[in-house]
């Protein structure tokens, strides 16, 4: 792999983290909702719909974060 090949992967390893910072906004919005659901609707199909969704934002983010890391060090700084 040349310089400019991976001059263009660390750019798209920027570009991957700034998804990943979106994503945990949205992950943080999505956590208030539950947090600020009045008890009587917390067992509610909507509500555990939310929770999957969160749930599975945060697991989205977290492989994302795995990946990054394995891009960076095993290829953009090999």
């Known amino acids: ?16 983290e700034e998804i990943i ?7 943080e919005v999505e956590e208030d909702k539950l947090d600020n659901t009045p008890e ?3 067992g509610t199909e909507r509500y555990e719909y939310m929770e999957e969704l969160k749930d599975n934002l945060e ?12 891009l960076r060090t095993n290829v953009i700084d090999y």
Do not use: G, P, S, T
């Open 59 to 70: 697991c989205v983010k977290d492989e994302l974060e795995n990946q990054l890391e394995e």
């Open 21 to 27: 910072q979106a994503m945990e906004m949205i992950i």
């Open 1 to 16: 792999m040349n310089k400019q090949q991976r001059n263009e992967l660390a750019e798209l390893a920027n570009q991957i």
């Open 40 to 42: 009587n609707l917390q």
